[in-house]
């Protein structure tokens, strides 16, 4: 009898390591975020529920060094099978060779379409093929703070819903200490953060010009309707207006969240940051328009499948049901709830459209762009050096602004000409 007990403990012992080697292991990368590494988390836990025979090893880098990470593990057949990363990096992730594209019979256009909004498709397209799926997207919103408001004599309930009331406003709820320096901005000016996508698709339609060609070929913000006028409103609310500068408190998020902000251009993404700050009374809004025009920045980030994913079939097949895993709507209304950020399937959001929260960037999802980066970093630069040349440096809009277009001009080409 004991001799049996044992020979079934053997046994049993025997089946869970059969069982444990027979797991296929992936490996998940993305940049650290609190609320997005804890909501990856809960989800792998589910994920791994219904595929047990599949094990997520989930890794996180800080953002700042994230590429850097990318560009150094890959190339050598390591670090992830699975990753996540922003749409604007496509084109230069699948000429790295660190991508491949999304099986066709998975992933096909119908699927795409019928599961995405439309701008999703045409953000993960390159060369005709499809590189990466989102859990949710963003669009742009004015966040306004409403003790701010009421201090500065202003209904909280009302927030500008022009840029002619956004200038008037940002005036009023500006406060400077007695050597003229600012302590209170009336709005945050950061071209590092949203402040580029601001002037680059927002302002740029807003003042009647297209920031490129459909093809994203050649830049046409200085050659269409809106020309530097752009880059004068924005600069003028630094220099001349002195409603806020790039730099206050280090940075717009810090500023907001301090409540040394009255207004802030940030994305849905910053929601489940701000729930988290007590005493912080603020409300969103859809962005100010100008005469009439409305215009919006629409972004996501998305999980490819690198190179090392085909090294083994049970791998690729793995990675390809925790990509499907992660974008389902169940996935998105679990991302929504915990970081924020909107469903990236059109039939999902509509339930929250009338939201006091979400609806504001919901409805600006109806008329943003999302601009195709052939460098998002470089190109962020050309934006945020064009505002520091005439801010810092004294040179006029006219100037400044010819200079970026040339300057991303040159950019364009090099990729495009790297790759035909």
């Known amino acids: ?21 027979a797991k296929t292991k992936i490996t998940y990368w993305q940049y650290f975020y609190e609320t997005k590494k804890k909501t990856i988390d809960l989800l792998i836990k589910e994920f791994e529920k219904q595929y047990p025979d599949i094990e997520v090893e989930h890794v996180t880098f800080p953002y700042a060094n994230y590429n850097q990470k990318v560009a150094a593990s890959i190339p050598a057949g390591v670090g992830p099978d699975v990753i996540n990363l922003y749409y604007g990096w496509i084109p230069k992730y699948v000429t790295s060779g660190y991508l491949i594209p999304l099986p066709e019979s998975e992933f096909s256009k119908d699927y795409l379409q019928s599961e995405f909004f439309s701008f999703v498709s045409k953000g993960v397209e390159f060369d005709g093929k499809y590189y990466a799926l989102p859990i949710a997207v963003r669009s ?8 701010l408001f009421e201090e500065a004599g202003l209904d909280p309930e009302k927030p500008p819903t022009t840029l002619e009331e956004l200038v008037d406003y940002a005036k009023k709820l500006t406060v400077y200490d007695k050597k003229g320096n600012i302590v209170q901005e009336g709005l945050t000016l950061q071209p590092s953060g949203q ?17 490129y060609t459909s093809d994203a070929r050649m ?3 200085d050659k269409t309707g809106a020309g530097s006028d752009v880059l004068k409103f924005y600069t003028d609310l630094i220099i001349v207006d002195r409603v806020g500068y790039p730099g206050f408190m280090n940075d717009d998020v810090t500023a907001f969240k301090s409540q040394r902000a009255a207004m802030t251009i940030d994305g849905s993404f910053r929601i489940g940051t701000l729930n988290k700050i007590k005493g ?16 919006n920045f629409a972004s996501f980030w998305a999980n ?3 190179t090392n994913a085909t090294k083994d079939p049970k791998k690729l097949d793995a990675a390809i049901k925790f990509i499907k895993f992660l974008s389902s709507p169940e996935s998105m209304r679990i991302w929504l709830e915990n970081v924020g950020e909107l469903p990236a399937n059109p039939e999902l959001a509509k339930k929250y459209y009338d939201d006091p929260v979400y609806g504001a960037f919901l409805k600006g999802l109806e008329y943003a762009h999302a601009t195709f980066f052939v460098d998002e970093s470089a190109q962020r630069q050309v934006m945020m050096d064009a505002v520091d040349k005439v801010v810092l440096k004294g040179i006029s809009p006219e100037v400044a602004w010819k200079e970026a277009a040339e300057e991303e001009q040159k950019i364009l080409d090099k990729f495009w000409g790297s790759i035909e």
Do not use: C, D
Request: no cysteine; proline share 3%.
């Open 1 to 21: 009898m004991k001799r049996f007990v044992v020979l079934l403990i053997l046994l049993a012992i025997m089946l869970s390591s059969f069982a444990f080697a």
């Open 140 to 147: 742009l919103a004015l966040f306004w703070n409403k003790k």
């Open 195 to 211: 402040g580029h996508h601001w002037i680059r698709e927002v302002l740029v339609r807003q003042f009647g010009g297209v920031p």
């Open 219 to 221: 830049v046409l913000y």
């Open 280 to 295: 912080l009374n603020w409300g969103v809004t859809e962005l100010p328009s100008y005469h009439g025009v409305k215009a």
């Open 304 to 306: 490819g499948i690198t």
